[in-house]
């Protein structure tokens, strides 16, 4: 059977799987709907079964095409990967990177990029990262980005994560701050005013995350969706907040801002790569993690 079977219809079907969708896998192959559709209605009469069904407005796999995936997806990767391997990746080739990663990280990617002469024709685009861990790794999946940068532990086995560089938390308030100079006690940090933000993923407020202690109740003045955001609203008032020390020091200067060490024990801030199995190997996916950590592993 194997000698008359067009490989290429286990890679529609992969697509059409992941997506669940003929729209999207259409657009990740380049292909038109009718092509798709085409080549799906080939694999399941070679197949002798129904692969997918309508559900709602998309369409849903059966338990055969279940199984199909657990059998076929780990071939179709390891050809792949074989025939990528080939060839080197080289940056005369027009290529873009989707890279997920938090406010603090992409703000010092942005920079070193601009900087970098030395990308050809590639390009690195950044993303925030998804507030849900199942849609990350969906995305990922799916090859809706080429890898994250994360600090949550993931203990998916379909991926790997490498180290990049450690942050800490800090304390900021604005400079001429009537109470707060160069240093706050315990005692201060709970009476001053908050300027707060929760990690939507977590949920829980980025000072409890990383403090060794159980924080008491603050006097919140603002709840804040952005690092950037919270940073402005402490410049312009006598609130406080506790943000990541690498995003203070880019911008407490600009901002008129006092860094200020925590008065509490704090848990590093540990970021890393977080890639699929499947492009560990990747000349293209080793090129790009070897990128970031040249941008982003000081010395």
Not at 149 to 159: D, L, R
Not at 232 to 245: E, G, H, K, L, Q
Request: net charge negative; proline share 4%.
């Amino acid at each position: 059977m194997l000698e008359k079977f067009d490989l290429n219809l286990l890679r529609v079907f992969s697509a059409v799987y992941r997506h669940q969708s003929i729209t999207l896998a259409a657009d990740e192959m380049g292909m038109t709907q009718p092509g798709v559709s085409g080549l799906l209605k080939r694999l399941q009469q070679q197949v002798g079964c129904q692969l997918f069904i309508r559900s709602g407005r998309g369409i849903a796999p059966t338990r055969q095409a279940q199984e199909l995936i657990r059998q076929v997806e780990p071939a179709l990767i390891q050809i792949n990967n074989a025939l990528e391997n080939l060839e080197e990746f080289s940056t005369e080739t027009p290529h873009k990177f989707v890279v997920y990663t938090s406010e603090p990280v992409m703000l010092r990617l942005m920079t070193k990029i601009e900087a970098d002469n030395q990308l050809g024709n590639v390009t690195i685009e950044l993303h925030p990262t998804r507030s849900n861990e199942e849609q990350l790794m969906d995305d990922l999946n799916q090859r809706q980005a080429d890898l994250a940068i994360e600090f949550s532990n993931h203990t998916s086995s379909s991926f790997f994560t490498e180290p990049l560089f450690d942050d800490e938390m800090c304390i900021i308030a604005r400079k001429g701050h009537p109470r707060i100079t160069g240093s706050i006690s315990q005692d201060e940090f709970y009476r001053e005013k908050h300027i707060t933000l929760k990690l939507r993923r977590e949920q829980a407020y980025l000072a409890d995350y990383f403090t060794e202690v159980s924080l008491k109740e603050r006097k919140v003045a603002a709840e804040c969706t952005s690092l950037i955001w919270q940073m402005s609203m402490v410049s312009s008032s006598d609130c406080i907040a506790s943000m990541t020390r690498s995003l203070a020091n880019e911008l407490a200067d600009k901002l008129g801002l006092q860094i200020i060490p925590m008065p509490f024990s704090t848990f590093p801030i540990k970021y890393q790569l977080f890639v699929h199995n499947r492009d560990k190997k990747s000349p293209s996916n080793i090129w790009l993690r070897e990128k970031l950590k040249s941008y982003l592993i000081e010395g």
